[in-house]
């Protein structure tokens, strides 16, 4: 069922900032309080989901559980997921997931990258222990494929390689700056104190994410559907947490800090899409887990991900989203998100307004 109130006041004031309102209220129909029914084989044939939330002193984390396929399954009518924590281990020193505290606003993102479909689903957890988790659904929404690389995850390794044990710090390390300029997928955790929790994706090509200083990274804000969950989240609270994953290895690097949207920004190499919109994370903590568990599927398949091109230069420019319509800021042309990722009965009531890669943030 559709939520009759899908937008806090952060989302709003930046909505109309962006001058996307229409097409957030075109897109506003497809958030339910509930999982629609056809995802629910979707959530339990993956290997893995990321989480996003905050710990005991207030800091926020995102993070991942990475098990067997089925060992996340939701209920019949789409309200809770449980998930099997003896078969998905955490690493003990794993920042999020080493307590789970009951009551606790969690958002939950759902993707296969080698379809390239995604879930977003936000709650509360509603029960925890060692061995299971259960959340409890607010909210259920689906997201556009774009600016997802195509890697696939097919499995558990047996044996994780990489260091066995946690590391942590307050500035980035040169092993960190390593992982940060050569990822090209990372995850992003908001949080709003009454609304609650939320994880999304974030892609792009290899160094989209730029390294200011030893505290501080910024990266392009794409064209979206319009809806602004996390720059809703940052406008109220300006908290964030971002996971970088090692496909190769299993190991996670999660950070925790703050986050602001630098808005009106100089883009002369167009990385943005023609929107001039920054965001720009400011490091307070970070821990490095080994995971106990590999994913299978490290490499992305045929190169760059859909929705990207070499920007015309030559090598050494920075790739940016294809689409953009040539001259000036990208129009504020609405899309509406088709529901064909998962299995529905309902259609969407629009088509999109253009055929323009877009990313939801």
């Given amino acids: 069922m559709p939520i009759q109130d899908p937008f806090h006041e952060g989302e709003l004031a930046v909505q109309e900032r962006a001058g996307e309102e ?21 959530i339990a044939r993956l290997p893995w989901v990321v989480l996003g939330g905050a710990d ?8 991942a559980l990475l098990g067997e396929p089925g060992f996340m399954t939701a209920t019949p009518d789409g309200t809770e997921v449980h998930f099997d ?27 296969e990258p080698a379809t390239r479909r995604r879930l977003r689903v936000n709650g509360r957890i509603q029960a925890a222990s060692a061995e299971r988790l259960h959340l409890t659904v607010e909210e259920a929404f689906p997201n556009c494929p774009k600016f997802i690389h195509p890697r696939p995850l097919d499995g558990l390794r047996s044996q994780p390689s990489g260091p066995a044990e946690a590391g942590r710090g307050e500035r980035f390390g040169e092993a960190e700056l390593r992982r940060i300029t050569a990822a090209d997928t990372m995850f992003l955790a908001t949080l709003h104190p009454g609304r609650g929790a939320d994880a999304s994706h ?5 160094g989209f994410m730029e390294v200011v200083d030893g505290t501080t990274l910024r990266w392009p804000d794409y064209p979206g559907n319009g809806l602004f969950n996390s720059f809703g989240n940052l406008a109220v609270d300006s908290r964030m947490g971002l996971l970088i994953p090692d496909f190769d290895s299993g190991t996670l690097l999660h950070l925790s800090g703050t986050a602001r949207v630098v808005w009106d920004a100089p883009d ?8 001039n919109r ?16 590999a994913l299978d599927g490290n490499h992305p398949r045929g190169g760059e991900a859909p929705g990207l091109r070499a ?21 504020n042309a609405s899309l509406v998100l088709r529901l064909q990722h998962f299995p529905t009965n309902s259609k969407p009531r629009h088509e999109p307004q253009s055929s323009a890669p877009r990313e939801h943030v």
């Fill in 22 to 42: 229409s097409a957030a209220q075109l897109n506003a129909g497809m958030i339910a309080s509930a999982i629609m029914p056809g995802a629910l084989p979707f």
């Fill in 278 to 293: 920054f965001i720009e994370f400011q490091l307070q903590h970070w821990v490095v887990t080994p995971s106990a568990a």
């Fill in 268 to 275: 002369p190499e167009d990385r943005t899409a023609g929107t």
């Fill in 202 to 206: 974030r892609g792009g090509p290899p």
């Fill in 56 to 63: 005991a002193e207030g800091r926020l984390w995102c993070s």
């Fill in 85 to 111: 924590l003896r078969r998905a281990p955490a690493h003990p020193s794993n920042p999020l997931l080493v307590l789970q505290p009951v009551g606790r606003w969690t958002g939950a993102l759902f993707i």
């Fill in 311 to 331: 920007a015309p230069g030559g090598a050494g420019r920075r790739s940016t989203p294809a689409g953009r319509r040539k001259g000036g800021r990208r129009p």
